[in-house]
């Protein structure tokens, strides 16, 4: 029971997201053959990033923060952008359950990617949720970017009344210019400047179905995913 627990977060302080290197893992035989992944998808991919068991273990430390962060005595509300954070999202869900922090969830299917360019242009199905309204938010994202999406996002949650709102995300990427005015509180890793699929992350639909997450190869960007 978490009695003395003020109403808001108690955590101020940002979860630093671990830093992935520019190159990924080395790409020798042995430690490839833990990394499985269709046939279909053989030569399409460059490096693995992040293997499944890394993400596994980010989230249970992402659990534990919101477990220090939210009172226990009412349910957070856990707001997933589709697709890609679904699989994030569910293993969210699952280790939340492990710790009994009570909870409600919501989608919300948000695009703004066109191949492997951000189209500028976000597009946000259903964006009325009165669960929302009077709740401390959590919006979970796969990666941020641009902070495109999230700039859009994030006003849509402010209208429906939360009592606070904040971004959690598996991953952000280091660009020259900066995600924006966006800086998640929760965040699982920071990634290069790449185009990266798997664990949700897709490339026209292709290779969401990756357990780990990886850089796509040259041959896969010319393949141009499944559309
Ligand atoms: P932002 O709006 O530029 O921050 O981009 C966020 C969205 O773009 C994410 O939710 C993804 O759907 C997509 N996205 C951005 N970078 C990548 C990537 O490297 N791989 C796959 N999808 C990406």
Same mark, same amino acid.
């Given at each position: 029971?978490?009695?003395?627990?003020?109403?808001? =977060? /108690?955590? $101020? &302080?940002?979860? #630093?997201?671990? =830093? /992935?290197? $520019? &190159?990924?893992? #080395?790409?020798?035989?042995?430690?490839? &053959?833990?990394?499985?992944y269709p046939s279909i998808y053989e030569s399409h991919l460059s490096n693995v990033l992040i293997s499944n068991a890394e993400i596994k273990s980010r989230v249970k430390d992402i659990s534990k923060a919101f477990q220090e962060s939210y009172p226990l005595t009412e349910p957070l509300v856990l707001v997933c952008t589709l697709k890609g954070a679904n699989p994030f999202?569910?293993?969210?869900?699952?280790?939340?359950?492990?710790?009994?922090?009570?909870?409600?969830?919501?989608?919300?299917?948000?695009?703004?990617y066109i191949g492997t360019e951000s189209s500028g242009d976000v597009k946000v199905m259903s964006a009325d949720i009165p669960s929302l309204k009077g709740r401390n938010v959590i919006i979970v994202e796969d990666i941020v970017d641009t902070g495109g999406t999230l700039q859009k996002l994030l006003p849509i949650i402010h209208s429906c009344g939360p009592k606070s709102v904040e971004v959690c995300t598996?991953?952000?990427?280091?660009?020259?210019?900066?995600?924006?005015?966006?800086?998640?509180?929760?965040?699982?890793?920071?990634?290069?400047?790449?185009f990266v699929v798997g664990y949700g992350l897709d490339y026209n639909e292709m290779y969401r179905d990756l357990r780990d997450?990886?850089?796509?190869?040259?041959?896969?960007?010319?393949?141009?995913?499944w559309k």
């Open positions: 029971m978490n009695c003395c627990k003020p109403d808001t =977060h /108690i955590i $101020e &302080e940002k979860m #630093e997201p671990v =830093h /992935i290197p $520019e &190159e990924g893992r #080395e790409r020798t035989s042995e430690k490839m &053959e833990q990394f499985i999202f569910a293993a969210l869900l699952e280790e939340l359950s492990a710790l009994s922090i009570p909870y409600i969830f919501e989608f919300l299917r948000a695009k703004s598996l991953l952000t990427k280091r660009l020259i210019e900066g995600n924006g005015s966006i800086s998640p509180k929760f965040t699982g890793f920071s990634v290069p400047d790449a997450i990886w850089i796509l190869g040259e041959k896969g960007i010319a393949l141009g995913g």
